[in-house]
């Protein structure tokens, strides 16, 4: 543990309790809600499980992002987003870490598709990746960052499918979005890992 850290935990400790309104996530805004369930895995992580130091983010870890796999986007999906979200953080909201554009995978006739993205793949220089403005403008991956000594976090990687495109220079942030996905959500599913410093 760094320093820094160690001088920030007594904080940590004191905001123990202090976390956001579960139903304040984007896994319950109604303007994401769908019907049809995608299967959302890492090799790198287990459902629930502990979220390498790897891919945490700088000052914890490398801040690389984790491989991602997916089943069952809908065949006419015309783009996902993608959302990282800790849900434990000591504010009145979640912090989004992430929001991201993808273009689909190809789906064979009649079937839903799978997909995923590789290690390391959410990266300002991924051109097939757009992203949109997160907690403090972060564009691009912002790994895992809990606060010394507040305890776990849980982090998920929410993935929806949409039935339009959307253009990312056009979204100023996570209230944009929600605005412009709304009603174009076909499908979603969400992979929680955590983390504690």
């Given at each position: 543990m760094s320093l820094a850290e160690l001088l920030v935990t007594p904080l940590g400790w004191m905001l123990r309790g202090q976390r956001p309104d579960p139903q304040r996530s984007v896994r319950f805004a109604p303007e994401l809600a769908a019907?049809?369930?995608?299967?959302?895995?890492?090799?790198?992580?287990?459902?629930?499980?502990?979220?390498?130091?790897?891919?945490?983010g700088i000052g914890r870890g490398q801040n690389v992002s984790p491989a991602l796999d997916w089943i069952g986007v809908p065949q006419e999906t015309r783009q996902l987003l993608l959302i990282l979200e800790d849900t434990d953080a000591p504010l009145k909201s979640p912090i989004v870490h992430m929001i991201a554009l993808l273009v689909p995978g190809t789906a064979q006739e009649?079937?839903?598709?799978?997909?995923?993205?590789?290690?390391?793949?959410?990266?300002?220089?991924?051109?097939?990746?757009?992203?949109?403005?997160?907690?403090?403008?972060?564009?691009?991956?912002?790994?895992?960052?809990?606060?010394?000594?507040?305890?776990?976090?849980?982090?998920?990687?929410?993935?929806?499918?949409?039935?339009?495109?959307?253009?990312?220079?056009?979204?100023?942030?996570?209230?944009?979005?929600?605005?412009?996905?709304?009603?174009?959500?076909?499908?979603?599913?969400?992979?929680?890992?955590?983390?504690r410093s």
């Open positions: 019907l049809r369930t995608i299967a959302v895995t890492s090799p790198d992580f287990e459902a629930g499980g502990r979220i390498p130091r790897r891919y945490c009649g079937a839903a598709a799978s997909g995923g993205v590789a290690e390391g793949a959410l990266t300002p220089g991924n051109l097939a990746v757009q992203y949109v403005p997160a907690f403090r403008g972060w564009l691009a991956y912002q790994g895992p960052r809990p606060l010394p000594g507040h305890g776990a976090h849980h982090y998920g990687f929410h993935l929806f499918a949409l039935d339009r495109e959307l253009d990312a220079h056009t979204i100023g942030g996570l209230g944009d979005l929600l605005q412009q996905a709304a009603g174009h959500v076909l499908a979603s599913g969400v992979l929680v890992g955590t983390h």
